[in-house]
């Protein structure tokens, strides 16, 4: 006979008190001081500089970040639900979160030494100085060991020449974390990264790009021209660079996954209340079983990727290689996310094509998260690397 060991399954989807206090917080959070912002800042493509100040004042910025370095010290999960109650209401606002704290903070974070944890982390933690993780060049983008930016080692400082495209918060930043190559001749081995500061000799901001959607997040071009960069400011070794940024993506990839999930859920949301209150053939739109079904895809495909999603971030708590689970619940969750919101405005059907509904924004704005921190295309490359080798 099974005894209650046996029966024990080991799983618990529930959330703690302290997860569903916070999920309420958040939600709170956006509901009245992002939401009645939200297209204002999307059509003026403005850094929501006030929201930003009030998440870092909250403990949002630096949620995974232990309290003595001036985080909340949550977990992933929590984060994830950060993640997602943000992005619910206005993913624009959680890729500057996932920009500033799952790259740049995190990476200072995973990689600094004592010292340099010591003098960014909490600044950044807390929202007090905003930070961009440069990694991709107008050259190199999936393939980021094609990168062509170089730091040579002069004396006590490297020497920094190079060209960064697509930065996340680029021109509201203060602190970058930057790869670049310190040896010409190893291929990802060369590759170092570099603490560097907006107001060192030779940094400079180009283009600010103008964007199809996430316009209140910021989104630009870097220089760097002969920066010198203390030696103080490399990251772990020499050579380390691209390791860990790969380490960083995987990170990531759980708070963009969250993203991802929070994005449909605002639009699968938008879409059931509209069901209900259009009306066509003398009936509410919700009345027909081909919008029902509609819903019911969505609905399942969105509890799917928050599931995935929840699994990453639980193994990312623990401490477990997440490369895997990662990639499997960014990809999953961003073409879910895509299929909703396209759903979402089929739904609205000519209304969802207009600015007064929130769906086209949404629309707008799920794109690239089938893009930025790893393609789909790259995801399935992780996926299938893991699944052959194994
Ligand atoms: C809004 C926004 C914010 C961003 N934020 C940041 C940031 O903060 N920091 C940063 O460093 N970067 C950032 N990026 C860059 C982003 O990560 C890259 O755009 C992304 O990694 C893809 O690189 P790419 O654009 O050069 O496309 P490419 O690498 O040129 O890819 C083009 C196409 O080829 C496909 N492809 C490439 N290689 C293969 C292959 N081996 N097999 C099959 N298909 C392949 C890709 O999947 C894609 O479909 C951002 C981009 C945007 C648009």
Redo the contacts with the bound molecule.
């Keep these: 006979m099974a005894n209650n060991n046996t029966l024990e399954p080991g799983i618990d989807f529930e959330f703690t008190e302290e997860m569903n206090l916070l999920k309420k917080t958040v939600r709170q959070f956006a509901e009245t001081e992002v939401k009645p912002f939200v297209m204002k800042y999307d059509e003026a493509q403005e850094f929501p500089t006030e929201t930003v100040k009030k998440m870092g004042e909250l403990g949002f910025l630096g949620a995974a970040i232990p309290t003595e370095l001036g985080g909340a010290g949550l977990t992933a999960i929590e984060s994830a639900i950060i993640m997602e109650e943000i992005s619910r209401v206005d993913p624009s606002v959680a890729?500057i979160i996932a920009?500033h704290s799952g790259?740049c903070l995190q990476h200072i974070a995973m990689f600094g030494n004592e010292d340099q944890k010591r003098r960014y982390v909490p600044d950044l933690a807390t929202g007090a100085k905003i930070g961009?993780?440069?990694?991709?060049e107008p050259g190199?983008?999936?393939?980021a060991s094609g990168m062509a930016s170089t730091a040579v080692l002069d004396g006590d400082a490297y020497v920094l020449n190079g060209t960064?495209?697509?930065?996340?918060?680029g021109t509201h930043a203060s602190t970058y974390v930057v790869m670049a190559k310190t040896d010409l001749t190893k291929g990802n081995r060369g590759i170092s990264a570099l603490i560097v500061e907006r107001d060192m000799k030779g940094v400079s901001v180009g283009k600010k790009?103008n964007?199809m959607g996430?316009r209140a997040?910021d989104?630009a071009t870097m220089m760097f021209d002969g920066v010198q960069v203390p030696k103080t400011k490399l990251l772990g070794n020499e050579g380390e660079g691209y390791k860990q940024a790969l380490g960083v993506l995987d990170s990531g990839r759980v708070g963009i996954a969250a993203l991802c999930v929070g994005l449909a859920q605002g639009a699968f949301e938008a879409a059931l209340k509209y069901s209900k209150e259009r009306r066509a053939f003398g009936k509410f739109i919700s009345e027909f079983q081909g919008i029902q079904f509609k819903l019911a895809d969505m609905a399942t495909d969105i509890e799917a990727a928050r599931l995935l999603t929840y699994r990453a971030a639980v193994a990312k708590t623990k401490g477990e290689n997440i490369n895997l689970i990662a990639s499997e619940a960014k990809l999953y969750a961003s073409e879910i996310a895509q299929r909703v919101t396209t759903e979402a405005i089929q739904i609205h059907g000519g209304y969802g094509f207009i600015k007064d509904f929130p769906v086209e924004k949404f629309y707008r704005d799920v794109k690239?998260l089938t893009?930025?921190?790893?393609?789909?295309?790259?995801q399935k490359?992780v996926i299938a690397k893991n699944l052959v080798r194994s």
């Design positions: 890729l920009g790259l961009s993780w440069c990694l991709t190199a983008g999936s393939d960064k495209t697509f930065i996340t918060n790009e964007k996430m997040s989104t690239i893009i930025g921190e790893g393609t789909s295309e790259v490359m």
